[in-house]
């Protein structure tokens, strides 16, 4: 994707956390910041100007007026092959294929055919529960066909692929910048929300228990750290917000401040790219997304001790442990995240013991180094090597 988030973010860890010189990255990505990250990060880019996905994920799959996406995605098709087509002529001897997201369902069969390499698919989201569906009997044949790997990124989204297809959990990781750094002396209570603007995330129900924790009299800064991912200026701005597949949630959450009279209380931060540097000065992360899963920001913060609420209805134990490393509400309950805001506020004792074992289930489950290991071995088993030194060429 053009904007830089969770899934570019953890293919950028990934590719720094290789042991050095083990892994030659080459990244296809849209047009857009996130390729200069890619760059950043030790990878040959290739930008085009669409990709194709096929989205079957829980939340974003096709009902209603979203089918209408299905137009774009078939007028990327042609960019799609011949972004493909160039990678195949500019990069001889490419030994791994690497998809990023399982949304991209065509590059995934259309790679395995060109390069006639070995295909990793990466799933980061929470697929659709109806497998019996056409669209969704089309994603399982297409994996099971053409994907000679399938990692998942936790056992959340692992539980929503159907049973028969084989794949394995490595979870994402993240390596905390400036961690000598002490926290900024903070005189108020921090809670923070951290992503891209998106109404799925959440971001609402932030901005309403903001007004509670107000209404209560408690002294609490909540930090909105992030913006919009894509620009929505112009026609092609203008249509999308009308045939509503996209929201200037930015503008929205800067009119609820100012009807609720919350600029005291709330602070939109924009975009940080180190975002070590907000989460050493938080007190509780906030997570509340109707995804009904625990996403990255959650061990992010826990590298730094910081505790999480979670909008989840069924965590599972190798991201959050509710009680134990962070609190777990019923997404879409602006009145339940204010409790547990509140319950950390009162409570500094359980947000430290929290924090603490937050931080031991972080290091242990989403340590770079060791992830990066695990999908290397991944590369070298699809291609039968066995030594020490080899080495592995990737387009992803």
């Known amino acids: 994707m053009a904007a830089f988030g969770g ?16 892994v030659k990255a080459y990244v296809i990505t849209q047009k857009g910041d996130v390729a200069g990250f890619f760059a950043e990060a030790g990878a040959e ?43 195949r002529a500019r990069w001889k001897d490419i030994e791994i294929v690497h998809v990023n997201e399982i949304v991209a369902l065509l590059p995934i069969f259309l790679a395995k055919h060109l390069f006639r390499a070995p295909v990793v698919a990466h799933v980061r989201s929470v697929q659709s529960a109806n497998w019996i569906s056409l669209r969704s009997r089309l994603v399982a044949r297409v994996l099971h066909r053409n994907a000679d790997a399938v990692i998942c990124i936790d056992e959340t989204v692992k539980a929503s692929l159907p049973r028969e297809l084989e794949a394995e959990v490595i979870h994402n990781s993240f390596t905390p910048q400036s961690t000598a750094l002490d926290p900024t002396p903070a ?20 901005i309403e228990a903001a007004r509670i924790c107000r209404d209560r009299g408690l002294d609490i800064e909540f930090i909105v750290v992030g ?32 009807h609720h009279h919350l600029d ?67 997404p879409r309950d602006p009145a339940a995240l204010a409790d547990a805001i509140i319950y950390y506020y009162e409570h500094p004792e359980e947000r430290k ?15 770079g180094r060791k992830n990066a290991l695990k999908v290397f071995s991944i590369y070298r088993r699809l291609l039968g090597k066995t030594g020490e030194d080899d080495k592995a060429r990737c387009v992803s």
């Open 353 to 367: 013991r929290m924090g603490e074992a937050a931080y031991h289930l972080a290091t242990t489950n989403f340590d």
């Open 264 to 330: 005291g209380h709330v602070r939109l931060g924009g975009f940080i790219f180190e975002v070590s540097k907000v989460y050493r000065n938080l007190d509780v992360l906030c997570f509340p997304s109707h995804l009904d899963a625990v996403g990255r920001p959650v061990y992010e913060a826990a590298f730094w001790k910081v505790p999480s609420i979670v909008a989840v209805n069924r965590p599972q134990p190798d991201t959050i442990v509710p009680g134990k490393t962070g609190l777990c509400i019923a």
């Open 187 to 206: 005189s108020r209570f921090r809670v923070g929300m951290v992503g891209n603007l998106l109404a799925f995330k959440g971001t609402t129900e932030f």
């Open 227 to 258: 913006s919009n991912p894509r620009a929505l200026t112009g026609v092609k701005g203008w249509i999308l917000r009308k045939a509503g597949f996209a929201r200037d949630v930015e503008e929205e959450l800067k009119n609820l401040i100012a």
């Open 45 to 87: 880019v290739l930008t085009t100007r669409g990709i194709t996905q096929l989205d079957n994920t829980r939340f974003g799959h096709y009902r209603g007026m979203r089918w209408l996406l299905l137009l774009r995605e078939l007028c990327y098709v042609p960019f799609t092959l011949a972004a493909l087509l160039r990678a």
């Open 7 to 22: 899934a570019s973010r953890s293919l950028c860890e990934l590719i720094r956390n290789f042991p050095e010189g083990a």
